[in-house]
């Protein structure tokens, strides 16, 4: 039973990195998109592109939060007590971002869309960091189980959290760039397909390689995981690294819908690696999945959400993306001109 | 120099974290209402809007769709910190009972995706969709807006009123019955009074903002049905929480003696209490001050035995199972502040709707426009006390008679950074959403003319490469 909703836990990560992910990497291209002139473009396109749907996307850091916290209560407790710092500052990161996202599309002044955007665009990069060096934490078993506190800074701040935290931030700068060249198409804006796609190569390349060197660190630094990507998660990181070669070749040839399939199952197997090399523990190797498990009602009810949650949120989100990729959702009607 | 900043950073984290989380709780409590209720205001003028032709009301409408959009965005991201606050600041708490804990808000979560799905699709589907269908997409986001409050406040019934889970001997939560943690005994009273509060604040908050205007001069339709339509269901409402208030206040007269103790401040168990108006406990836990109203605590206990009926106070437990002096005194006027408040706002829905219903017509002096206008952040504080009532008047427990908040707190001595970074945030936050709030309604003012390629409901343009910024 603990089994089944860890898989649900690890869909919910994975959709949160997939959707919520590629929200926060097209913050990424918003910042580095250069002066006010200079970006004006990408910075609508990516405006355009996660207006009506960052909400829904960010959704799904909530339940991966509930359904940590109701189906291992114990790790949920042993994450926050130790990884108190970086938490803290995504939290803060997400606040400061959803609001100044919201805030810079209804103000018009130049001056104050600089602030906001920077303080989106920047937080935007913070956030997955510090997300990406809590994965790193828990990876590397410096996450202690049983009500302890591990070090507050080292916890976070070592080679395997700085690895995640790369390894983050470029993998939602390199899902948003394949999606923004998608929605520049759809836009019919070339120049911006072109814009997007130079960005999307380059930082697949960045991600290859950060992802290539990260398993001499991981060999060095959490020998657990490394053990387990090496051998019953193998086949994961084999298609992994398919999938992620394969989209930048369907890149390079300009097959940009297949690329953006790609890049999305090169991100979900990796995870999912994460996960199957973790196993059987939630915090390696002091807490296991079985022994964090709350009582069978309790993860009962947590696969019932879950299953009402396919039949009634899928559609929904469908519909929110069919909209949405069909061009029937635009920015909301501007009363002034 | 290093011994103050040690000091600093060795400091208790108790009081900070219970600082940080009341301050997080009070700031995201105010967006609640406007994302739980503003969706069926506008809902109401979108229906009229389509139904009757109604230009003006469809120009609200949209509006207010679009300043919706604002705040919900700052409600979502501030109820996101509270998510992580759980875990940061009370871990200990999380670890033993979020196998319980946690069950409503799995429900929560379902209801919160919804809202955020068609929330996007309504607000961005002005344009290219069809007028109905795009009115139906707004109705899920009101259900979605009940069933979220439900089931929040339904996890806060159950720290009031724990049910549904056994500990084994070692404390740890060993079976749940998540029927009996979501319907804790608790949480239907408790999650009405909070939905009908949530449509009180947003209707009279919303209202307020066009009581001001025409108070200014600005008295044409759209601002009257501005007006009129979240007034009305404010005003609608406030009887219906009246009656609700009561009830539950004889609930917890029953069920938590010692919270409604605090809230009468009764020091000692007696029969014929009086109802004490302001005042407060002095150090031998004495009543000082404040008017007395003889036997009135009594009878509204239970007016079936009049002033005879027996309060017990708050001497029936140790003093370390019950708020100290000064929480008591907190809790108290916090009580005193939300049922003066609310008998003025219930005086004032009365007037506006016996003047409906004999004149047919809103009231139009300027006196009511006044109070009318300062209705919305009165209907604020008064929730805010509602929320300090519950919330103190069940200190010291964060689990009511199973966990002390002492022992739930995280051991991290560096909240009170945390909780500074957060007043920062927020202050900032808070004060750019009003700013940006009032500047979108500026511009409307000033600039006027809804259209941008063909305003709602209209035709689809052809695709166009250029983008607004």
Known sequence: MSDVVAVILMIGITAYALFGGADFGAGFWDLVAGNARDGSTPRSVISHSIGPVWEANHVWLIFCLVVLWTGFAEAFASITLTLFVPLSIAALGIVLRGSSFAFRKEVTRTSSQRNFGAAFALSSVLVPFCMGAVAGAIASGRVPAGGKVGDPWSSWINPTSILGGVLAVTTCAYLAAVYLVWDARRLGDDEMVEYFRRRAVAVAVVTGIVAFCGFFVLHDDARYVFDGLTSRALPLVILSAICGIGSLVLLLRRRHSGARVLAMGAVATVIFGWGVAQYPYILPTSLTLTAAAAPDPTLWTVVIVFVVAAILILPSLGLLYYLDQRDLLDAPVEAET | ?469
């Open chain 2, 1 to 469: 120099m290093t011994n103050a900043l040690t000091a600093m950073l060795a400091v208790n984290p108790v009081p900070w974290a219970r600082s940080q989380m009341a301050f997080t709780l009070a700031f995201h409590i105010v967006l609640v209402p406007l994302g739980v209720a503003w969706g069926f205001i506008t809902l109401i003028a979108n229906y009229r809007a389509i139904k009757h032709a109604d230009a003006d009301a469809l120009l609200l409408a949209q509006r207010w769709s679009k300043y919706m959009a604002v705040t919900f965005a700052v409600g979502a991201v501030t109820g996101t910190v509270l998510s992580f606050e759980f875990g940061l600041l009370w871990p200990r708490f999380m670890g033993r009972f979020g196998d319980a804990f946690g069950i409503p808000f799995a429900i929560e979560g379902l209801f919160f995706f919804l809202e955020a799905i068609f929330l996007g699709i309504y607000l961005y589907g002005w344009k290219r969709l069809k007028p109905w269908p795009h009115f139906w997409t707004g109705v899920p986001i009101v259900i979605a807006g009940i069933g979220g409050t439900v089931s929040v406040v339904a996890a806060n019934a159950w720290m009031n009123e724990p049910s549904g889970f056994t500990l084994n001997s070692a404390g740890k939560v060993v079976d749940v019955d998540p029927w009996a943690v979501i319907f804790n005994k608790a949480m239907p009273l408790q999650s009405l009074h909070m939905l009908i509060a949530a449509y009180l604040v947003g209707g009279f908050l919303i209202a307020s903002v066009y009581a001001a205007g025409m108070l200014r001069g600005r008295r044409d339709r759209y601002h009257r049905i501005g007006f009129i339509i979240p007034f009305t269901v404010a005003a609608i409402a406030m009887p219906f929480q009246m009656l609700v208030g009561d009830e539950l206040a004889r609930w917890v007269y029953n069920n938590e003696p010692v919270k409604f103790a605090a809230i009468e401040m009764v020091p000692t168990t007696s029969s014929d209490v009086p109802e004490t108006i302001f005042g407060h406990l002095n150090d031998q836990g004495q009543v000082v001050g404040g008017i007395a109203i003889p036997g009135l605590a009594s009878w509204l206990s239970d007016p079936s035995d009049g002033s005879s009926t027996v309060v017990r106070g708050l001497d029936t437990v140790p003093a370390s199972e019950r708020p100290t002096n000064a929480e008591v005194d907190v809790v108290h006027l916090a009580w005193d502040a939300m049922v003066g408040l609310a008998t003025l706002l219930f005086l004032l829905a009365i007037w506006y709707l016996g003047t409906w219903v004999f004149r047919r017509r809103m009231p139009k002096s300027a006196l009511f426009l006044w109070i009318a206008a300062a209705a919305g952040v009165l209907s604020v504080v008064t929730l805010e006390a509602g929320w300090v009532v519950t919330e103190v008047g069940r200190q010291p427990w964060i689990v009511r008679n199973y966990m002390k908040v002492e022992a739930a707190a995280t051991g991290n001595t560096g909240v009170w950074a945390t909780f500074l970074a957060v007043l920062v945030i927020y202050a900032a936050i808070g004060v750019t959403l009003v700013l940006v709030l009032r500047l979108m309604s500026r511009r409307w003012r000033e600039g006027e003319v809804d259209s941008e390629s063909g305003g709602p409901y209209s035709p689809r343009p052809e695709p166009t490469k250029e983008l607004v910024p």
